[in-house]
């Protein structure tokens, strides 16, 4: 047998078993949950260029946890070391109150761990440790309407100051869920995403250009908070992106939040044309030109 063939039938052979071991692990995965009737969702929620926030004020933002119906735990927060490294301090939810009660421009999260599980995250994420300004938050999914919460978190939030972008998105780990807001690592929600192009659109130690302020997406998620000048994007025949989206219900459908930002949400089985059809027109920070997507139907405009 030539050896270009052996080598391609090796290949194929190793494609095919890695497809069949992944499908063992979904099966067991589910098996697992389906023990206790539960398959449950890590949703992730970033809210970014959230410059001006006040460490006391994320904290009172970080009280979501009583939506959820949780408690906070535990907490920590981030200091320098003598050597110039970086640490992250364990503490109370009452100590680090009163710690940001001294100092207001803290990096802290909270949480909330029962049975050693993380059920709920939340972090306030400043410049100083090498990121750039955010609000992140990771739970397990068990809210019935995750459309009115956002709403809701985002008029809180919109009390202490206005920021431009934010998305709502599900993975299967909280982990993944939380590197991925902060665009550090290799996890993506769609298999046509370049997850590596985010964090060098980011200001802080990437000094990105951050488009998605204004002029660009990251990518279109289940659920996105825009501002105007996302709804005024054209695409190539002219058609601003607001337009577009009232076009046709498949688009998704618009909430006005405020004076200053829009809910866009997109039902799930539409996610993929939309990403493709706003990927092509050049609109999306993440998005890559690979077969799955250009396998993808065209959305008519």
Same mark, same amino acid.
């Given at each position: 047998?030539?050896?270009?063939?052996? %080598?391609?039938?090796?290949?194929?052979?190793?494609?095919?078993?890695?497809?069949? %071991?992944?499908?063992?692990?979904?099966? @067991?995965?589910? +098996?697992?949950?389906?023990?206790?009737?539960?398959? !449950? $969702? +890590?949703?992730?929620?970033?809210?970014?260029?959230?410059?001006?926030?006040?460490?006391?004020?994320?904290?009172?933002?970080?009280?979501?946890?009583?939506?959820?119906?949780?408690?906070?735990?535990?907490?920590?927060?981030?200091?320098?070391?003598?050597?110039?490294?970086?640490?992250?301090?364990?503490?109370?939810?009452?100590?680090?109150?009163?710690?940001?009660?001294?100092?207001?421009?803290?990096?802290?999260?909270?949480?909330?761990?029962?049975?050693?599980? %993380?059920?709920?995250?939340?972090?306030?994420?400043?410049?100083?440790? #090498?990121?750039?300004?955010?609000?992140? $938050?990771?739970?397990?999914?068990?809210?019935?309407?995750?459309?009115?919460?956002?709403?809701?978190?985002?008029?809180?939030?919109?009390?202490?100051?206005?920021?431009?972008?934010? @998305?709502?998105?599900?993975?299967?780990?909280?982990?993944?869920?939380?590197?991925? %807001?902060?665009?550090?690592?290799?996890?993506?929600?769609?298999?046509?995403?370049?997850?590596?192009? *985010?964090? !060098?659109?980011?200001?802080? !130690?990437?000094? #990105?250009?951050?488009?998605?302020?204004?002029?660009?997406? !990251? $990518? @279109?998620?289940?659920?996105?908070?825009?501002?105007?000048?996302?709804?005024?994007?054209?695409?190539?025949?002219?058609?601003?992106?607001?337009?577009?989206?009232?076009?046709?219900?498949?688009?998704?459908?618009?909430?006005?939040?405020?004076?200053?930002?829009?809910?866009?949400?997109?039902?799930?089985?539409?996610?993929?044309? @939309?990403?493709?059809?706003?990927?092509?027109?050049?609109?999306?920070?993440? *998005?890559?030109?690979?077969?799955?997507?250009?396998?993808?139907?065209?959305?008519?405009?």
């Amino acid at each position: 047998m030539p050896l270009r063939k052996k %080598t391609i039938q090796n290949k194929n052979y190793f494609l095919l078993l890695l497809e069949v %071991t992944k499908k063992i692990i979904q099966i @067991i995965i589910l +098996c697992y949950w389906g023990k206790i009737k539960v398959y !449950r $969702m +890590c949703v992730g929620i970033a809210l970014y260029n959230t410059d001006g926030l006040s460490a006391l004020n994320a904290y009172e933002i970080g009280e979501f946890f009583n939506h959820l119906n949780i408690k906070i735990t535990t907490a920590s927060y981030n200091k320098h070391l003598v050597n110039g490294d970086q640490t992250s301090q364990k503490i109370t939810a009452k100590g680090l109150e009163k710690k940001l009660e001294q100092n207001n421009e803290l990096q802290f999260g909270l949480y909330c761990i029962e049975n050693n599980e %993380t059920i709920a995250t939340f972090y306030h994420v400043t410049n100083e440790f #090498g990121s750039f300004y955010n609000l992140n $938050m990771q739970y397990i999914n068990k809210i019935e309407n995750q459309k009115q919460f956002i709403i809701k978190l985002v008029k809180k939030i919109s009390n202490y100051i206005n920021f431009p972008y934010g @998305i709502s998105f599900e993975l299967s780990d909280m982990f993944q869920t939380y590197i991925y %807001t902060e665009g550090e690592g290799f996890y993506s929600v769609f298999e046509y995403e370049k997850p590596n192009t *985010w964090n !060098r659109e980011t200001p802080g !130690r990437f000094k #990105g250009s951050a488009r998605y302020k204004d002029s660009m997406l !990251r $990518m @279109i998620y289940k659920f996105n908070i825009i501002n105007d000048k996302h709804l005024g994007i054209k695409f190539n025949n002219n058609l601003s992106l607001k337009d577009w989206i009232l076009s046709d219900s498949k688009h998704g459908d618009l909430i006005k939040i405020n004076n200053k930002l829009w809910l866009w949400s997109v039902d799930d089985d539409q996610l993929d044309n @939309i990403n493709n059809f706003c990927g092509e027109a050049g609109v999306l920070i993440s *998005w890559r030109n690979s077969k799955l997507s250009s396998k993808k139907k065209k959305l008519p405009i």
